[in-house]
């Protein structure tokens, strides 16, 4: 599986033609405590930008975009009752959607883990 950023700090796991996305440990820390999570419907095709999940935190609210175009195969369920796996875990069991790829070629224009990691050290 390759993992890849976006500069609006979601993080994007590819394991075939399927993508799973949620926000990354540096966006989660910026949010504080979340309290909410809006998730798309399944069968939704999402345009890389559209956004994807809504997100609310006891500071902000945020929207979580579409790293690459993509219908939605799966949402994680577990995140409407425990929002919080969000905090403890953003990049594994606080993912929000599967999205099921239509434009692979998208992928090249995504961080990798160093560029997103040396991108962050800028902000």
Not at 35 to 58: M, N, T
Not at 62 to 90: Q, R
Not at 95 to 104: Q, Y
Request: charged content about 30%.
């Amino acid at each position: 599986m390759t993992t890849y950023f976006t500069k609006d700090h979601e993080w994007i796991r590819i394991d075939g033609d399927v993508a799973t996305v949620g926000i990354t440990d540096y966006a989660q820390s910026q949010l504080g405590d979340v309290v909410y999570v809006e998730l798309p419907e399944i069968g939704k095709a999402l345009a890389k930008g559209d956004e994807a999940a809504v997100v609310e935190s006891v500071k902000a609210a945020s929207e979580v975009f579409a790293p690459v175009s993509g219908t939605v195969e799966a949402v994680n369920v577990a995140l409407t009752d425990e929002p919080g796996k969000i905090n403890e875990s953003p990049e594994a069991e606080g993912w929000f959607v599967k999205l099921k790829l239509t434009a692979s070629d998208e992928l090249a224009e995504l961080l990798d883990e160093e560029a997103y990691k040396a991108f962050v050290e800028t902000l």
